[in-house]
């Protein structure tokens, strides 16, 4: 099949884009995105669009075998990615792995926060088992979030559990147009309203 590149882009902007990452671009001859992603390279003519479709985009590299092909994914690829998906259906030699900032890194950045010392979670799409005893556990605790919950939604969900007594950060749309980072205590991210694509910080 070829190599194929597993490109991390950052949170979305081009002032996070490693040079690594734009090289990588540059010399693929075809690159796979979803919409936000290939927005980033609109110089790029031969993409191709695809979402959670893990069995086409097999589909894809399988009859595209020889050629140079870049697969994006938002942030670092090793952070919650399709490159869990790669590992599992093509052999390791045939992937290469291109870091990129995580969006999760850009959080604790702007918050000025330390990441070494926190536990990570994401409910983009999964459930929320074991979010709560991982925050019981920890006393800092990173949550990748998604529209069916959202950053006031895993407040509400700690807030009925009994860890309410957190602050959390809540970084949205992160070095997009519209970034916001809001600081507060578990019962006012519960009221507010957060894009569902955020970061979460929870903070004993
Ligand atoms: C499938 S995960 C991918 C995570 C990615 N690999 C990373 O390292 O950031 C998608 C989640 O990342 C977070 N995310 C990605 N880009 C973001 C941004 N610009 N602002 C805030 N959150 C973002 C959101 O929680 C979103 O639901």
Known sequence: MGRVAVVGIGPGCREHLTPAALKAVEEAEILIGGKRQ??????????????????????????NRGRRIAVLTSGDPGFYSILSILLENLPREEIEVVPGISSMQLCFAR??????????????????EGLLEMVRRSRKTAVLTDPR??????????????????????????????????????EEVAKGSYK?????????
């Open 38 to 63: 290939l927005a980033l390279f609109p110089e790029k003519t031969s993409t191709i669009l695809l979402g959670a479709d893990h069995g086409r985009l097999m589909e894809v590299l399988r009859s």
């Open 111 to 128: 918050a000025g926060l330390t990441w070494h010392d926190a536990a990570f979670y994401s409910v983009h799409g999964r459930s929320t």
């Open 149 to 186: 919950t959202p950053p006031q939604e895993v407040a509400r969900l700690l807030l009925a559990g009994g860890a309410g007594n957190r602050r959390a950060v809540v970084c949205e749309d992160l070095c997009g147009d519209d970034e916001r980072v809001v600081e507060g205590s578990l």
């Open 196 to 204: 569902g694509y955020s970061v979460m910080v929870i903070l004993e």
